[in-house]
């Protein structure tokens, strides 16, 4: 507000004057007079008011109005300061003051102006700037941590030569810290991301995805963002339905789903990846998204099939395993009922394969599955499977048109081509294969059943070789016959219902005994005793024989050592080893054991050997026989003249003893043919110093015959039959009572 202009009043007293004066002029003299002598110590009067109450007012606003202000700054929710540009008034109000964080009364307010303000020194041209800005932007440090400040100045006020300003603060210290925090959660986040190896893809058009930093880098993009045709283009087209149904149809409720895709990475291969997706509603603000993210899985995935490798993959031959089967089987059985198809299930079998695998060794054996696996395999028609279901058992699954003969056709060319493998140095082993089949879903209510029966079918070739036998309903009792004797003579062996029975062996020049051959019997509890033929085929082909000739061998040395101690003279125990057992590599140390347990001296005992099983592989069997010769154990040929027959092996094969077979003894006394036959090989098992044996001698006449050509030993019902161990107590007995 402006008080007097002395213009203007210098001009209304002068009017003032003008006027009172001519009115005076006017008066009487006296009055008039005393009119200007009033209106003179009137002016002098108003001039000495004015002057003291322009006096006073101008005292009044030099040192009120500020202090009003500030009363309304002082509790202002915000920094304030003003300040003239001499710095000769400066006025900060409470927050700014507790802002800096100074005894404001005893600080140097310039100072405290210019830190609040962020200004080194009083420069001019800081200043300047500082007045200029609609914003400028200040930082200190209180006692409780950094402060940021924007100024907003504004001159107020222009006195003579001074300018006023009044800076009002907006404290930016927390949202920086706000904006601080968010950084580094951005930062986390995306390390989060960097570290779990997980990238995201999302977007609102379901056109244009934007992709993380780490999806970027996993897909190898050029930017973060990515269109769906390229993105499609990358997927793996097996894969790319799943990724078109996870866009088209994703859960509108907002529910997690995920599948699994192959993309192609920016080395040109696929790598495996889990998608998790999900869509967020849209709001009135904010576009609905669709988005997920990308963990790569090709490292698990190669362990899941290495896993189902290990779990369906036949580790020697690299085709299917039993597992595989039995899951592909049942499933196309179970196609078999709805789409009317029907297949044929081969099971094929290596003959003797185990004679093979022990005497060539385990390379020698895995070469050959591996090759028939190979071999299979070509046989394989779309729709089917080859498998090898364990050992030397292998299964075709071949899908059937309506040709019956197809099973039997393929199973013969598979042996033929079989029969062509030659391994290498063991070119004298004939590789053949049996094979059983059946059809499904005719012969079984499961595609386990049909395979059963395909096997029932391959058993009941019943050791015979080469053979190629379809399933027949009535195999069913018969094999259910075989597998419940199985059953009962692994328990008979538990239950000690084995025992040996013992047949003398006579020297026909003096008639005395000379040994006695161990040959086993099954007695059942009832007292039925059951025949060696009948149960050793059976314990051979399940594996129980091994169980069987321990118990033979060294039941037959220490009731041999027994009989040694009882005063009898010493005798040779004869026991009769099969294949299986024959070829054991550690057949030696077997024998050794049990001489050692027993303490029988190894002359006395003797081991008997068929020819066929002595030639299936004549060089490892020289091997074997010449171990247990090392040890001094006997070895004697049996059943000489019904196999191979071929008196060359004599030459090669360290035997001790021949075995003329039963078959040439029978009918000798009438047979010229075998008689010369026999005496033949008298002569020459003679000539090789390997003493012989007659089997089966029943009568005075036969045995004759033998002595007289030459034969030293004799063996048959004329002497004794297969008696239990008390019983050729009596015979020793009798037998030395001979002179
Ligand atoms: P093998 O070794 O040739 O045994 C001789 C077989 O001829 C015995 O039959 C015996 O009882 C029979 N035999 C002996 N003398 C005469 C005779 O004068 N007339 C007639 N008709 N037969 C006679 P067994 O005891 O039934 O044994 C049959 C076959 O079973 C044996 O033939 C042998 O190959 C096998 N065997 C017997 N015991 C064992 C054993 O402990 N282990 C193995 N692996 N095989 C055995
Ligand atoms: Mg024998
Ligand atoms: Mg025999």
Not at 293 to 298: E, G, K, P, S
Not at 546 to 558: H, T
Not at 686 to 710: D, F, H, P, V, Y
Request: hydrophobic share 40%; glycine share 6%; net charge negative.
């Amino acid at each position: 507000m402006k008080f007097g202009n002395p213009l203007a009043a210098a001009l209304v007293i002068t009017a003032a004057t003008v006027l009172i004066v001519s009115y005076a002029l006017h008066q009487p003299h006296e009055s008039a007079l005393l009119i200007i002598i009033v209106y003179i110590a009137t002016i002098i009067f108003l001039s000495i008011t004015v002057y003291f109450v322009s006096k006073m007012y101008s005292k009044h606003k030099s040192s009120v109005d500020p202090e009003d202000f500030i009363g309304i700054c002082e509790d202002l929710n915000t920094e304030i300061a003003i300040w003239s540009d001499d710095f000769s008034l400066i006025i900060m109000n409470k927050k700014l003051r507790d802002l800096i964080g100074v005894d404001y009364e005893k600080y140097d307010k310039k100072e405290a102006l210019f830190t609040a303000f962020g200004l080194k020194k009083e420069n001019g041209a800081d200043i300047k700037n500082f007045t200029q800005s609609t914003s400028y932007e200040s930082s200190f440090r209180n006692p409780s941590g950094s402060v940021s400040i924007m100024w907003s100045t504004s001159l107020v006020k222009k006195i003579k030569k001074r300018s006023f300003f009044l800076s009002t603060g907006f404290n930016l210290t927390e949202l920086k810290k706000m904006k601080n925090n968010l950084a580094s959660a951005n930062d986390f986040f995306k390390s989060s991301m960097e570290l779990a190896e997980i990238g995201l893809l999302m977007s609102s058009d379901k056109k244009k995805f934007v992709a993380s930093p780490e999806a970027v880098r996993m897909l190898n993009l050029k930017n973060g963002t990515i269109d769906i045709s390229v993105l499609r283009s990358m997927i793996h087209p097996n894969d790319r339905i799943h990724f078109e149904r996870a866009v088209k149809y994703v859960d509108a409720n907002g529910n997690v789903n995920s599948i699994q895709m192959q993309i192609k990475s920016s080395s040109g291969s696929y790598h495996w990846y889990n998608f998790r997706y999900k869509s967020i509603k849209g709001t009135p603000n904010t576009a609905a998204v669709f988005g997920g993210a990308l963990l790569d899985i090709t490292q698990e995935h190669e362990k899941d099939i290495m896993i189902e490798r290990l779990a369906y993959i036949d580790e020697v031959t690299e085709i299917a395993n039993r597992n595989k089967l039995m899951a592909a089987g049942q499933e196309l059985y179970d196609t078999c009922n709805v789409l009317g198809h029907s297949y044929w299930i081969i099971v094929l079998d290596i003959d003797r394969f185990h004679i093979v695998n022990d005497t060539c060794g385990y390379d020698n054996g895995n070469y050959i599955l591996k090759n028939f696996a190979h071999i299979l395999y070509k046989f394989v028609t779309p729709g089917g499977i080859a498998a090898r279901i364990s050992g030397d058992n292998f299964a075709l699954i071949l899908k059937d048109y309506g040709d019956d003969d197809l099973p039997s056709r393929t199973a013969r060319s598979i042996q033929e081509e079989f029969a062509k493998l030659a391994v290498d140095d063991f070119e004298a082993i004939n590789l053949s294969c049996s094979a059983g089949f059946s059809k499904m879903p005719q012969d079984g209510n499961s595609f386990l059943d049909v395979m059963e029966h395909a096997e029932f079918a391959l058993k009941s070739a019943n050791g015979s070789q080469n053979t190629i036998i379809g399933y027949e309903p009535s195999m069913h009792d018969s094999i259910i016959g075989r597998s419940e004797l199985e059953k009962a003579l692994a328990l008979a062996i538990k239950n000690n219902e084995l025992q040996l029975f013992y047949q003398p062996k006579i020297d026909l020049k003096t008639g005395k005994i000379m040994g006695v051959e161990a040959l086993i019997r099954w007695i059942k509890p009832d007292g039925t005793i059951i025949k060696p033929d009948s149960f050793v085929p059976i314990a051979e082909s399940s594996h129980l024989i091994g169980k069987i000739s321990e118990f033979v061998l060294s039941e037959g040395c220490r009731q041999n050592k027994l009989w040694q101690k009882m005063g009898y003279p010493n005798i040779v125990m004869s026991i009769n080893f099969t294949s299986t057992d024959f070829y054991q590599t550690d057949l030696k140390e077997k024998v050794l054991e049990s001489l050692a347990k027993s303490k029988l001296d190894p002359k006395w005992l003797e081991v008997e050997l068929t020819e066929t099983l002595a030639l299936s592989d004549i060089d490892f069997a020289v091997s074997q026989m010449n171990k247990l010769r090392e040890l001094g154990v006997k070895l004697a040929m049996d059943d000489f003249g019904t196999g191979y027959s071929s008196l060359s092996y004599l030459q090669i094969l360290p035997i001790t003893l021949l075995k003329l077979d039963r078959s040439f003894i029978t009918d000798i006394q009438n047979d010229n043919i075998a008689f010369e036959i026999v005496s033949a090989v008298i002569r020459i098992a003679k000539s090789k110093k390997i003493e012989t044996i007659a089997e089966g001698i029943e009568n005075k006449e036969q045995e004759e015959i033998l002595r007289q050509a030459g034969c030293d030993y004799g063996q048959g019902y004329l002497y004794g039959k297969p008696m239990p161990a008390e019983k050729m107590n009596e015979f020793f007995e009798e037998n030395a009572k001979i002179k």
